[in-house]
């Protein structure tokens, strides 16, 4: 791409006369930056180590003190903006199937996304990791947004991934816990699939955009209302091997739901609250606060209780935790 397209498309100005004319790729990672590469810069690190890989040109919104004018320096008042403009103006030549989805829809889906014959591409929050992979996204391949917003700036042509499910469709609704459902689905049945009741609707609309061919045993790695089970020594047990588990969720748009969905269907038992932030919809004496996982062992440790759900952490770095809390305690 010819520097002179890139200051077009990202209303940015040339602030020095390069030795250059144009650029292979754009990149956002310093340590990835090849010779010939646009550098997206946000820090003086980055931008050092950036210019000694052999970038080409830098984009930037800060006062960075030019020390290299053999490379293209191109300023932007907004860098935000100007990201978002490139990635609109790299797939604006592309016919693309464009969706955008809720969270947990989005978070099954990723665990499919090498089951399609084509390409599926999802939206990271941070929009400038869409870089890394920007240059491999092909004629009629998908790409995948939670953030609706986001995607009407970068490929307008979207529409909405979830189809309202005809709930007569489903029946035989066994739950068998929070976290594991049978049910029929017009002429399927599903025997104790690993996913709450809660988002059956979110595995069927999967399940139809698949043409029925999923593979059942991935949704052990769909993480919303998964259970890590424990004994009172704060041991990891296999499922159902103990009546202590603790559900995690760090994305809060899922929280409330899942929150209201624990009251109702498990209000026979004892459920704790806990997070890092306060939870509005709570009052204080239904949630406790803490500000690190280390705080969780002491908090819970002499209460009462069959299910945690800790909100603003997730499931990958608690699970880390007790197991690392197990092995240090195998040490004494």
Known sequence: MKISSILDIVDGKLLNSPSISFIYSIKTNSKKIKESDLFIAKDEESLEEAIKNGAFAILYEKDFIINDNEIAWIKVENLELAIIKLIRFKLSSLNLESFYCNSSLYDMLKIYQNNFKKNIFFIPNKIEKVFSYLDNIRENDIIMSK???????????????????????????????????????????????????????????????????????????????????????????????????????????????????????????????????SIDFLEKNEQIIINNLNELKPTIKNKDFHCIYLANFSYKEVLEYFIKSQEQATLF
């Not at 953030?147 to 991934?161: C, Q, S």
């Open 147 to 277: 953030d609706k917003n986001l995607l009407d700036k970068i490929y307008p042509n979207n529409k909405n991934f979830e189809k309202k499910i005809n709930q007569k469709d489903i029946s035989n609704l066994i739950e068998h816990s929070l976290f594991e459902t049978s049910f029929s689905y017009k002429e399927n049945f599903f025997l104790r699939i690993k996913i709450s009741s809660l988002y059956i609707n979110d595995f069927i609309n999967i399940f139809n955009f698949f043409k029925k061919d999923i593979d059942l045993s991935k949704l052990k790695n769909f993480l919303n209302m998964k259970a890590i089970f424990f004994n009172k020594s704060f041991e990891i047990v296999e499922f159902g091997k103990s009546d202590r588990f603790i559900i995690c969720q760090h994305d809060n748009s899922l929280i409330e739901n899942e929150i209201k969905y624990i009251n109702l269907k498990f209000k026979y038992a004892k459920s704790i609250f806990i997070s890092k932030n």
